[in-house]
């Protein structure tokens, strides 16, 4: 009888000396001293060595030298077992030892033989065996390469291979690439996040380029320039327009959307023209313009640059530019002398630009006093009075007794050599009421044309303080109207577009392009709406950017600011806001000073102390 076994536990092999055979199942002793209760069926094999202590390690030992694409060579297609390949191997009757080793070779190849059952196999075909060995020489050389690459990250070297993957590392990692393997690995040893990592080893050119990057990396991942287009077609003809337009715009705006004229009447009113730019005379829906158009929506906005909604031969074109005339979409206004509006009428023309004016010429000279006593020291004075009162009057009209909420101030940004000047600029001035009442009121007004005519149109809607696109006409809360659809910046935006394609053809007396329930339609509204939100948030982090490095350009140490709510504070000359901890429990409005530091651009924080209240005003 047999003293020892050599046996199968759960895919690992083991030896033990025989205390009890039951027939099914043996009772065994381990080399070191432990029993087990094991299956007969598990049993591979019965010697009779005495000794078991140095068989394991024996076994293993031969096993490392046996040669296993010679095995392979040597076991044929069929299924085989082990005892019949371990005579033929060796030629003889194998040793307990020696089957023990070949039982063991073949279980730790499973790329070369298949295991069909206890001690049984059966050799993997050529190609298969041929495949995973591949695999195995690829992984091998992945992990020496991951290895290398943890390394180079270590001693903070980025890995040249790092660098068309970059945006991707940073943005919107693919965690299965060996790059990100690497980077993740490296940054637990270091206890870095893989951004902070990436600029220790040089990675971020600059903390801009990483903030604008991630965003064209999501919204501009073919690039930002245009592809070359066909020209433009030539515009229908449009009858002239009898008046002297003239904008109103900051020095930096490039895509004019918007003019004014005003006109004495024989009856002793006053005619207002309020002319929008009108590309939809022009660029047509499916058109190749229209195309670049839809995927944008919109002009995206941020300190020092802009990306146009459309390419520049169309803003030129289009754009209401001094010293030309221009198509537009216009919207008379006959204004009597109390400046009640007496009547409406829309037109398709070209329009005699005069003159773009900038804000920061007339805000010299447009005062309240000098705008009330009707003496405006500028060419453009009488009818700037003309538009001042009317605007004054829309206003009231809008707003009745309400009195006007605070306006939170808004801040115009100019870079300039990777410097900012940010100048603040004053809500509710003269010149901000007329321009603001006007769009008001063009929007309003032809959300009303449209909505009379049954038009499909998308209009901006306003309820409970939420504001919302829609297809359906519905009261602009917030501004007091009782219908509001975006058309006076269709330059810029594409729902305006869309809508002045619309108010064209009704003026026309054409087919409208779009009708209700249109996918187009639907599609351009709810695209719009989310590009428009993302774009948005975009300019907002990129001012905030600028705003941080301001403080650190200026070398600001301490700022006033005002309490919000409990630990949260808007600083006064920045549209910045920021948690302070150590704020203590002071009413909203409270003003206070702060010790700033800790800025960092990166993550677009900043740390601030409370130093003490500051008295109001």
Sequence with gaps: MSKNVFYDEEGDFKVGAILADNETSLQVEAPHGKRSKVKASHVLLRFEDARLVDFMSTAHQLAEDLDVDFLWECCGDSEFSYESLAREYFGRPPKPVEAAAL??????????????????????????????????ERKRREAEKRAEYVAQLKRAEL?????????????????????????????????LTPVRLIERCGGIPSTHAYHLDRFL???????TAF?????????????????????IDDVSTTEIDDAFSVSPLANGNVSVGIHIA???????????????????????????????????????????????????LSLYLEIAPDA?????????????????????????????????AGNVAHHYGK????????????????????????????????VEHDRVRIVRRQRGTPLDRIVSELMIYVNSAWGRQLAAADAAAIYRVQGAG?????????????????????????????????????????????????????????????????????????????????????????????????????????????????RVPSLPALAPGARVELAVAGIDLLDLTLRCEYRRQVPLG
Excluded at 108 to 130: D, S
Excluded at 409 to 414: A, L
Excluded at 471 to 499: F, I, K, M
Aim: aromatic letters at 10%.
């Design 103 to 136: 039982l063991i070779k073949l279980h730790g190849a499973p790329m070369y033989f298949y295991k069909k059952g206890r001690g049984r196999y059966r050799a993997a075909p050529k190609e298969a065996l041929k495949a995973a060995l591949a695999s195995v």
């Design 159 to 191: 890995p040249v291979e790092f660098a068309p993957r970059l945006a991707s590392l940073l943005y919107k990692p693919e965690k299965a690439s060996l790059e990100w393997k690497a980077l993740e690995e490296a940054c637990e040893a270091l206890k």
């Design 217 to 223: 990396f999501e919204y501009f991942p073919h690039g």
């Design 227 to 247: 592809p070359e287009l066909p020209p433009l077609p030539e515009l229908a003809d449009l009858p002239p327009a009898g008046v002297e337009a003239f904008s």
């Design 278 to 328: 009108a590309p939809a005379v022009g660029i047509t829906p499916g058109s190749p313009t229209d195309t670049i158009a839809r995927e944008r929506l919109s002009t995206v906005y941020f300190p020092g640059a802009k990306l146009t909604m459309l390419p520049e031969a169309a803003v030129e074109r289009f754009s209401l530019t001094e010293d030309g005339d221009r198509p537009a």
């Design 340 to 372: 009640s509006v007496i009547s409406l009428t829309t037109r398709a023309e070209r329009i005699p630009i005069a003159a773009n004016l900038r804000h920061a010429e007339l805000e010299r000279v447009l005062d309240e006093d000098a705008l009330a």
């Design 383 to 414: 009818p700037l009075v003309t538009l001042w009162r009317l605007a004054s009057a829309l206003e009231r009209a809008r707003r009745g007794d309400e009195p006007e909420l605070g306006m939170r101030p808004e801040y115009n940004f100019y």
């Design 466 to 578: 939420k504001v919302r696109m829609s297809t359906v006409p519905a009261g602009h809360e917030g501004l007091g109207v009782e219908s509001y659809a975006w058309a006076s910046s269709p330059l810029r935006r594409y729902v305006d577009l869309v809508n002045q394609r619309q108010l064209l053809a009704l003026t026309r007396g054409n087919a409208l392009p779009y009708r209700a329930g249109d996918e187009a339609l639907l599609a351009a509204m709810r695209d719009f709406e989310s590009a428009y939100e993302a774009y948005g948030e975009f300019q907002r982090n990129m001012e905030r950017y600028w705003s941080l490095r301001w403080l650190m350009q200026e070398g600001v140490e301490t700022v006033c600011a005002t309490v919000l709510r409990e630990s949260l504070v808007r600083f006064e000359e920045l549209p910045l806001v920021a």
